[in-house]
């Protein structure tokens, strides 16, 4: 599986960025998608996760309510829509696909998953 994670930016805040994964390879079906974000000199956090069966959603309480993954399987495409942002949400975004959202970075570092690379999102105050 590759990924294709697109749409980062530079943003004012309370501004909007609307990020892209574009996913090949096989069985894509078979994954929840998800979304992690680092900063400088912090670790790997996850921000959404998208499941394949059902496609609940996941978010942490640091972006709940201002950020939304949506997926199109039409095109493989996962999206993440974030609006509201703060400066603490600068970071590079990495979207994911992986075996399901209770597994971790970690997990995925580990061979349950696949990254895809960054894109770097920057909130200016």
């Known amino acids: 599986v590759q990924l294709q994670a697109s749409g980062g930016g530079s943003v004012q805040t309370g501004g909007s960025l609307k990020l892209s994964c574009v996913a090949s390879?096989?069985?894509?079906?078979?994954?929840?998608y998800g979304w992690f974000r680092q900063a400088p000199g912090k670790e790997r956090e996850g921000v959404s996760c998208?499941?394949?069966?059902?496609?609940?959603?996941y978010y942490p309480e640091s972006v709940k309510g201002r950020f939304t993954i949506s997926r199109d399987s039409a095109i493989n495409t996962v999206y993440l829509q974030m609006d509201m942002l703060k400066p603490e949400d600068s970071a590079d975004y990495f979207c994911?696909?992986?075996?399901?959202?209770?597994?971790?970075?970690?997990?995925?570092?580990?061979?349950?998953?696949?990254w895809g690379q960054g894109t770097l999102v920057t909130v200016s105050s």
């Open positions: 994911a696909a992986y075996w399901g959202c209770r597994y971790s970075n970690d997990d995925i570092a580990e061979g349950r998953g696949y």
């Open positions: 390879g096989d069985h894509l079906d078979a994954y929840a």
């Open positions: 998208i499941e394949s069966r059902d496609e609940t959603t």
